[in-house]
């Protein structure tokens, strides 16, 4: 599958390049290159027997899903226990296993698993766990628990280990209002965005012209030669011309593509659907990053977390078979993971509190689908939460290494178990 | 460079109290100032024109319009009474989703009004230390559900915004948009809710790694029972554990405010809130030494806030080169400032969108932790919404904003003397006088004169002529597409 612009696109893309590049630090030159022939690139850097057309997704589950709720022990008379108003009913129970199944709202990802493309990882977490949104956030999207400094993001630092279209803006595409850590490259690629038609700069039109204007915003955007600018008002410009080679490819590739098949009406679907249709528009991108928020359930837990799930489930159910549709599903893969999963045992206010370890989900076509890892003891607890048995830099390391061909010793700094799912 | 300091700021000959150094202030402890405003505060002394911003109990507020809660009032006495008298379903659900509507309808006019006031307002910096404890104190929709609970909330900042920081923490412990925010109005003995507890120590007063989590356990047992009605704080006496808990390795019968006194004995406290107020204000990720001065000072005056910001706009550190012209706007600085530096009129509630989309709800913040400072505001997809605003104050519409009737083009030329004018330099000069407040590199400034299709300074131009407005519409567009217009 080829992937980036005709020669046309680029010679007509590449002469507004020029305009800049002639006064361009190198960056922008890279990109105008790039853009040439995206795979180019990557033919210098990629790994026998990894294609380079594949593409990672990564979901967001904001606030601390609750992972005994999601995949339930339901034979455990601990969980009935510790949740004497919150337990999900043994009956409403989605079977998987003799001990575990999914919450009722999750049928449609249940169908995925029974089609062998979904794979939950269970009891992951990391040691001495952080039960702050905040901290523990930094630490899944740095894949950081030990506290070193660290600037960039996991997904940012492979950005920057010459991934194939590493040199274009959009190898790293977040839909939703701020940009991740987790993406944060030294490099400055990526881009985000929520609505692809607000995301271009609009000329005033008073009588300059169009092509003028779009001369000067140039002129006006792009880093001086040779004048060494404070971080900031650099960081700026950069990422001015990181929205101005990319907006126009974007908005192409999401009109470019309808999708026959229905999605929900949540934000969440609506971000799923917009990454099909940027897969479909063939765009230069390795990563995309959808978000969910809502999961930290300290209270009226129950309609809260199910309407949660059943937007999760919804969302990827729609977007499988989207890419079935489009031939692309064994391209794909969905990790899904929270900051922490929740305390065993209930709160006064029908919620729980912050806890520790919880499942990771994995989907797609080529993936091995199934249970990895074990279901954390309910009795064998850390201060009332579970203990890990998998580290999500293990998930990590497996991504990274079998799915992307990257080297995920060199980005995440140790080298962590793979794991069999991929 | 030398290290920034607290050190009074002293005006010598090199280093003059001047219009740059005004329009920082101003900036900072405001939402900016026009050009007359900026000059009349450079003509003043230093400690006057703080004193100024400072003490704004003595300025005369304009009177803004109280927001009207009455038809929500009727709308839930009339569901309660409907829900008494066991009337049919169907009638109690039409009820319940017209209060539904009522209160997000009342969501927006909070919103709309706080706008408009920090627009208007004759108190720039209370709005601005508002502004600043609705992201630090964190309370919004839906969690909080009900708008008149954000109302009472933005009062009680707007009254105690620059007093004693821990009257304001015992306060906003009590107050009922935060207590349903962060769930601690269900908190009850036996199964303690952790939410609020670990959000007071974490971001409102001590920062991570000065508790323990046993601590956490120990004051959300201390803070059951705090809950309330209506719109008022209670305390339940059943609710409430009074049992002997251990926080922070004090051991008693503590209830709340006990909790808060403990917090407040400690060293974290004191410069937690501190850096908190000095990275709004100044620059993010301040030096150590200087914390510790700010945290004496904090100490010395009881926990008081004002004394924090007095020490703040006079001190060296705040004219240093590290604190000018270094911030990124926040979208709320970005759109106010915008709108009191051209003087232009515009619906509130299509400012307020704009906001939206650039990343800062206001009464909707994205999580507890509030708003992000500084580079966190920009992304590809912010900057050209930041970009485009312009185009909604020239022609009232923006992409993701407007739909509706397109306003008249907003006048211009106002922004510029004519008097002063006679060449297009002096146009160009006078608009990054009133947006920039720094010098532009020639290259850049060249890019803002082909707006009046020359390449030369001195190109004679006439304010008058049949072209200029319209130049200058696509001038005030480009200027406002700068990154040195999301710097202050």
Not at chain 1, 231 to 257: C, K, P, Q
Not at chain 2, 148 to 165: K, P, V, W
Not at chain 2, 249 to 257: A, I, K, Q, V, Y
Not at chain 2, 412 to 441: C, M, N, W, Y
Request: overall charge neutral; hydrophobic content about 40%; aromatic content about 10%.
């Amino acid at each position: 599958m080829t992937q980036g612009m005709t020669r046309r696109e680029f010679i007509k893309k590449g002469l507004t390049m020029v305009a800049v590049g002639v006064t361009a630090p190198s960056f922008i030159t890279r990109t105008a290159l790039a853009m040439n022939n995206p795979w180019d690139v990557a033919q210098v850097t990629s790994r026998p027997g990894v294609p380079d057309d594949r593409i990672l997704v990564v979901v967001q589950m904001g606030g601390g899903n609750d992972g005994l709720n999601t995949v339930i022990p339901f034979t455990n008379d601990a969980y009935y226990r510790a949740r004497p108003n919150l337990a999900i009913p043994q009956k409403e129970v989605i079977r998987v296993t003799d001990e575990l199944g999914f919450h009722p709202n999750l049928a449609q990802v249940k169908d995925l698993y029974d089609k062998g493309a979904m794979a939950v990882i269970q009891g992951v977490g990391y040691p001495n766990p952080s039960r702050s949104h905040f901290k523990s956030m930094e630490i899944w999207q740095t894949a950081d628990p030990e506290g070193r400094v660290v600037r960039y993001g996991w997904i940012g630092r492979y950005f920057d280990s010459k991934c194939p279209v590493c040199e274009q803006p959009t190898v790293g595409v977040n839909v939703g209002q701020a940009m991740p850590l987790a993406m944060n490259a030294e490099t400055g690629m990526g881009v985000s965005l929520e609505n692809p038609e607000t995301f271009q700069w609009m000329p005033a039109l008073n009588g300059l012209g169009e092509k003028e204007e779009q001369e000067l915003f140039k002129l006006l955007n792009a880093p001086a030669p040779g004048v060494d600018e404070p971080g900031t008002i650099d960081f700026l410009r950069h990422t001015a011309m990181n929205a101005h080679v990319s907006s126009e490819r974007v908005r192409a590739a999401v009109n470019g593509y309808r999708s026959g098949v229905e999605y929900a009406n949540t934000r969440f679907a609506y971000s799923m659907r917009l990454i099909a249709q940027m897969i479909a528009g063939k765009l230069p991108t390795k990563v995309y990053y959808a978000h969910m928020t809502g999961f930290d359930t300290h209270a009226n837990q129950r309609g809260t977390h199910e309407n949660l799930l059943q937007q999760l489930a919804e969302g990827v159910s729609s977007f499988y078979r989207d890419l079935e549709a489009q031939g692309n599903a064994d391209r794909v893969v969905v990790l899904a993971f929270s900051e922490f999963g929740r305390r065993v045992a209930e709160n006064g206010s029908n919620g729980t509190d912050h806890g520790t370890a919880a499942p990771m989900f994995v989907f797609g076509k080529a993936i091995k689908g199934g249970l990895y890892g074990d279901q954390p003891s309910l009795t064998d607890l850390q201060d009332g939460d579970l203990k890990h048995g998998v580290d999500f830099r293990s998930v990590y390391a497996t991504v990274l290494d079998k799915w992307l061909g990257a080297d995920p010793a060199k980005i995440l700094g140790h080298n962590f178990e793979r794991g069999a799912f991929i | 460079m030398a290290v920034p300091s607290l050190r009074r700021f002293r005006p010598t000959a090199s280093n003059p109290w001047n219009r740059v150094k005004a329009a920082h202030l101003l900036n900072r402890a405001g939402f900016g100032g026009t050009p007359e405003e900026i000059t009349r505060f450079a003509g003043m002394r230093i400690d006057a024109a703080v004193d100024e911003l400072l003490n704004f109990e003595s300025t005369q507020e304009i009177a803004f319009p109280e927001i009207d809660f009455t038809p929500v009032h009727r709308l839930f006495e009339e569901l309660v009474r409907l829900r008494q008298s066991r009337a049919e379903q169907q009638t109690v659900r039409a009820v319940a989703n017209q209060l539904n509507r009522a209160n997000r309808e009342k969501f927006q006019e909070i919103r709309a009004s706080w706008v408009s006031r920090m627009i208007q307002t004759r108190r720039p910096l209370l709005e601005k230390m508002v502004l600043f404890w609705h992201g630090l104190l964190v309370s919004g929709f839906p969690e909080t559900r009900s708008a008149e609970h954000m109302a009472i909330q933005l009062h009680l900042f707007r009254r105690m915004a620059t007093g004693s920081s821990k009257q304001l923490i015992l306060a906003i412990s009590r107050d009922p948009a935060m207590l349903s925010y962060l769930d601690n109005d269900t908190n009850r003995k036996g199964r303690p809710n952790e939410n609020y507890a670990r959000e007071l120590l974490e971001l409102f007063t001590m920062g991570i790694g000065n508790y323990t989590e046993q601590d956490i356990k120990e004051a959300a047992r201390a803070f059951t029972g705090w809950t309330f009605a209506g719109n008022e704080f209670v305390f339940r006496g059943a609710w409430h554990d009074d049992g002997v808990k251990t926080f922070l390795g004090r051991t008693g019968n503590w209830d709340g405010s006990d909790i808060i006194d403990i917090i407040f004995e400690h060293e974290a406290t004191a410069r937690f809130l501190p850096r908190r107020v000095f990275e709004f204000f100044v620059y993010q990720v301040p030096e150590e030494s200087l914390v510790e001065e700010l945290a004496g000072v904090f100490k010395r005056s009881n926990w008081n806030i004002k004394a924090i910001l007095r020490t703040m706009f006079l001190s060296e550190a705040f004219y240093s080169d590290k604190a000018m012209r270094t911030q990124v706007k926040s979208p709320v600085q970005l759109v106010v400032g915008a709108v009191r530096t051209t003087g232009t009129e515009i619906q509130p509630l299509a400012l307020v969108r704009a906001m939206d989309l650039m990343g800062q709800a206001l009464l909707y913040p994205p999580n507890v932790g509030g708003w992000p400072l500084g580079k966190g505001w920009i992304n590809t997809a912010s900057l050209m919404l930041r970009y485009n605003f312009s185009t909604l104050l020239l022609n009232g519409a923006m992409p993701g904003v407007g739909g509706g009737r397109r306003a008249a083009p907003a006048r211009v030329e106002h922004l510029i003397d004519a008097g002063k004018t006679k060449t297009a330099g002096d146009v160009v000069d006078q608009l990054v006088d009133r947006f920039v407040q720094s010098p532009l590199d020639r290259r850049r400034k060249w890019g803002l004169l082909r707006a009046f299709g020359t390449n030369r300074e001195d190109m004679p131009i006439a304010a008058t002529g049949a072209n200029f407005q319209s130049q200058l519409r696509s001038a005030v567009h480009l200027v406002m597409s700068m990154p040195e217009y999301q710097l202050t």
